[in-house]
Nanobody, 126 residues
């Protein structure tokens, strides 16, 4: 069964940086898409960034120019480099993956994507 394991969350001051990682295990297929979603308390889950198996990327307007998604196919790992963090970026960040590509960044519902990680908390405050 496919499993996703995130790491790299934490607390940081505004303007700081964090890098999230997500490892996909237990899959022999390599043609999967991946993405990051986030959910703040009292808000719906929203898309942050996605990356297709061929490396094509999409970003939410709120993070364009600050966040970068990347993928290491040899390690079945995706990353989210987050720079110039703002308090509004505070949320639980979830790794997502699917073999049905591309992942729709505008659909954060749990049923829309087959595989989810457990989440890693990102807190931005002074």
């Amino acid at each position: 069964e496919v499993q996703l394991t995130e790491s790299g969350g934490g607390s940081v001051q505004p303007g700081g940086s964090l890098r999230l990682s997500c490892v996909l295990t237990a899959s022999t297929r390599k043609d999967f898409c991946m993405g990051w979603f986030r959910q703040a308390p009292g808000k719906e889950r929203e898309g942050v960034a996605t990356i297709d198996w061929d490396g094509a990327t999409t970003y939410a307007d709120a993070v364009k120019g600050r966040f970068t998604i990347s993928k290491d196919n040899a390690k079945d790992t995706q990353y989210l480099q987050m720079n110039s963090l703002k308090p509004g970026d505070s949320a639980m960040y979830y790794c997502a993956a699917d073999f049905a590509c591309p992942i729709d960044i505008d659909d954060g519902s749990e049923s829309s994507i087959n595989y989810w990680g457990q989440g890693t908390q990102v807190t931005v405050s002074s």
